[in-house]
């Protein structure tokens, strides 16, 4: 599969340190950006929200 076939898509990374970084991940089929943490063995991640609360969305 390349890159023009994955839905998601890394669109940031900003490293935190050792094994914790910071991901924009962006959904190429609904274009919805997600806010990835990992820290260590833990993560999460959450739809990215603007100003206003509503998703943050990539044409």
């Known amino acids: ?4 076939e994955k839905r998601f898509k890394v669109s940031m ?3 935190l340190g050792f094994a914790n ?3 924009i991940i962006v959904d190429s089929k609904t274009g919805i950006n997600y806010l990835f943490v990992h820290d260590g063995y ?3 991640l959450t739809p990215l ?3 206003s609360g509503k998703p943050v969305i990539t044409k």
Do not use: F, R
Request: proline share 6%; net charge negative; no cysteine.
């Open 21 to 23: 970084n910071i991901k």
């Open 13 to 15: 990374t900003e490293p």
């Open 1 to 4: 599969m390349n890159d023009d």
């Open 42 to 44: 833990a993560g999460g």
């Open 49 to 51: 929200l603007d100003e």
